[in-house]
């Protein structure tokens, strides 16, 4: 694989440091019957410390010119052409939990989490390498500046914690920003009552506009024909200002008011 250069389009940064290669694999915690779904392996740096400690793996690639090679060098694990996006989670797993692991593009770092987001239950962890940034504000709580849709609804669904940071200098090509991983464990018993999509539809139009009050954020979002005077949350403060806990809250009155 030596004459397959990264393509900026894709946004390709392989990862080259074999110590970080190995502690990233390390935050899985791989167990003998978990299944592994890697997203974008690219050279197979990440695959083969993973393919060494189990054949449960399925890497799924959008990269034609690195499947072949591959599959010839990692001939026990499930190698796929295909874009993450348009794939099927269910049926990856089989009714079986997924690990996710991967050393994601940058561009792609909140469709693909969305997109598990909504496929939560069948996964049981997580763990990616992101940019610093993202996971800053992946991990960020309530009253910061880093606070907002990503880190309402992933710590929602999950409990989210910051691993640790990864320098620029261990990729090829080296990106302008500093990566971290970030690890995800699906274990929270959510509300069976909460409609998820209408919570996703409630935290986005609540960010709307940061400087506004939530009054004003719904009131110019697809909830303007509602009577917002009968919620008891404080629509005088910011987005920024409510816990997850208060989302919840809010989406299960907003969820009365649309049935009444």
């Known amino acids: 694989m030596k004459n397959i250069r990264p393509v900026k389009k894709l946004g390709q940064n392989y990862l080259v ?22 997203i974008g392996p690219g050279k197979g740096a990440i695959t083969k410390v ?29 190698i796929q052409h295909k874009d993450i996006l348009k794939t099927d ?7 079986k939990a997924l690990k996710v692991v991967g050393n994601i593009p940058f ?38 500046k880093e606070y907002g849709i990503l880190s309402v609804i992933l710590n929602y669904i999950s409990q989210v914690d910051y691993c640790f940071k990864i320098t ?5 090509p080296r990106p302008n920003v500093d990566s971290a991983v970030i690890h995800m464990r699906f274990n929270k018993p959510l509300r069976e009552e909460v409609d998820f999509n209408t919570f996703i539809s409630v935290v986005k139009a609540s960010f709307g506009n940061r400087r506004k009050t939530l009054k004003n954020s719904l009131s110019n979002s697809i909830f303007n024909t509602y009577d917002l005077s009968r919620i008891s949350v404080d629509l005088s403060l910011r987005a920024e200002k409510l816990s997850v806990d ?11 008011l649309a049935y009444e």
């Open 50 to 78: 993973l393919a060494a400690k189990t054949n449960n793996i399925i890497a799924i690639d959008i990269d034609s010119r690195i499947i072949d090679p591959l599959k010839e060098q990692l001939p026990n694990i499930e």
């Open 17 to 38: 440091d074999q110590n970080i290669i190995n502690k990233f694999v390390a935050e899985i915690d791989i167990k003998p019957d978990d299944l592994i779904l890697e």
């Open 107 to 144: 561009n792609l770092t909140s469709p693909i989490l969305f997109q598990l987001a909504e496929s939560r239950e069948y996964l049981s962890d997580v763990v990616f390498i992101v940019q610093n940034e993202v996971a800053k504000r992946i991990t960020a709580v309530k009253g910061t």
């Open 246 to 256: 208060d989302f919840v809250k809010l989406t299960l009155q907003i969820q009365n």
């Open 89 to 95: 989670i269910r049926e990856i797993s089989g009714n």
């Open 168 to 172: 620029r200098n261990v990729f090829n």
